[in-house]
């Protein structure tokens, strides 16, 4: 595909490596939300992941970021602050919602940046897109069911609509969703910004933005930031090493190695692989109606990928999740 030369690590161990630090990232935030608040975890996730990066960033990439122009740096700034959002919503969406309906929701990332890009980057929305979005909202609307609804001998027993909007799971799959609509806007912005920095440096910004961003929130909202017990430290600093950087770490090696379609392929394996990790460790076993949802949402982020050529669009570069 490409005149790389062969790697020594074998790049499809690379991406089942990466998708297993990726699918991890839940079970983390479900075991530190015991003695931690959801946007403590998030401000620990990116801030860590942020200073990290410093040794790698500033001494190699220093001279990449100086040259960015004002408008470039505010909107790496823009980008940090909605990935905060992102990750601020999305982790608080599990204390709600089932890893399965959260990880699911939160991947539809895609969709949305593919119905936003013909207005934002003037990209066409071709058919496929539109149909990949319809059969998504039918699964998004499966999921939502299945969150509500219990099964009966005699078919679903649903709660009135008054009570289903207000109800816990509908409030979690909501909070996923918005970390999907922010993660979409992060990558829109980053679509723009990236060509202009290569990717350490460019991380680096956001990711640092991020931290700041959700550590001022920290601050501002009181919610204690330390006196954890130390093994809830080490789900912290596992969610920077593993699913943030990793995780996506692994993608971008693998795709100087593999077909963008084999890999865009391949990442859709993450919220499978979250909600089997969930079903083993915690006991949520999907039901027939939410396994439904989630391979239509699936489904329809495959067919909204199609492209012209019947390749599909690199999904990795659209997904910040896990």
Not at 113 to 142: D, N
Not at 181 to 208: C, D, E, H, N
Not at 263 to 285: F, Q
Not at 309 to 322: D, E, F, I, Q, S
Request: glycine share 10%; proline share 7%; hydrophobic share 55%.
């Amino acid at each position: 595909m490409d005149s790389s030369p062969t790697p020594r690590f074998p790049p499809q161990l690379a991406l089942l490596l990466g998708i297993l630090a990726v699918a991890s990232a839940s079970l983390l935030i479900r075991f530190a939300q015991r003695e931690v608040s959801s946007l403590v975890i998030a401000a620990y996730r990116m801030g860590l992941s942020g200073l990290i990066l410093i040794p790698f960033a500033l001494p190699r990439h220093s001279g990449e970021i100086r040259r960015l122009s004002s408008r470039e740096l505010l909107l790496a700034a823009i980008a940090g602050l909605l990935l905060a959002m992102h990750f601020a919503t999305w982790i608080l969406s599990l204390e709600y919602t089932s890893v399965a309906s959260s990880v699911v929701l939160v991947t539809t990332n895609p969709l949305w940046v593919a119905l936003l890009a013909p207005f934002v980057l003037k990209e066409r929305l071709t058919p496929f897109i539109i149909m990949g979005l319809l059969v998504a909202l039918f699964g998004t609307v499966g999921i939502a069911v299945s969150d509500a609804c219990q099964q009966t001998a005699g078919g679903l027993a649903c709660p009135p609509i008054s009570e289903f909007i207000q109800g816990k799971a509908f409030w979690g799959d909501t909070l996923a969703l918005a970390g999907a609509w922010s993660g979409a806007g992060y990558i829109l912005i980053g679509r723009s910004l990236r060509p202009k920095l290569s990717l350490t440096p460019y991380i680096f910004l956001v990711y640092g933005m991020a931290g700041l961003v959700l550590v001022g929130m920290v601050a501002i909202s009181g919610q204690p930031a330390f006196g954890f017990s130390p093994i809830i430290y080490l789900y912290l600093l596992l969610l920077a090493l593993l699913p943030q950087l990793l995780g996506h770490s692994s993608f971008n090696w693998a795709l100087a190695h593999l077909p963008a379609s084999y890999v865009s392929i391949a990442l859709l394996g993450e919220p499978v692989g979250a909600s089997i990790l969930a079903a083993m460790i915690l006991g949520e076993v999907p039901s027939g109606m939410r396994l439904l949802g989630i391979a239509l949402i699936l489904a329809g982020i495959v067919i909204a990928s199609i492209r012209p050529t019947g390749l599909l669009a690199p999904v990795y570069n659209k997904n910040p999740n896990g």
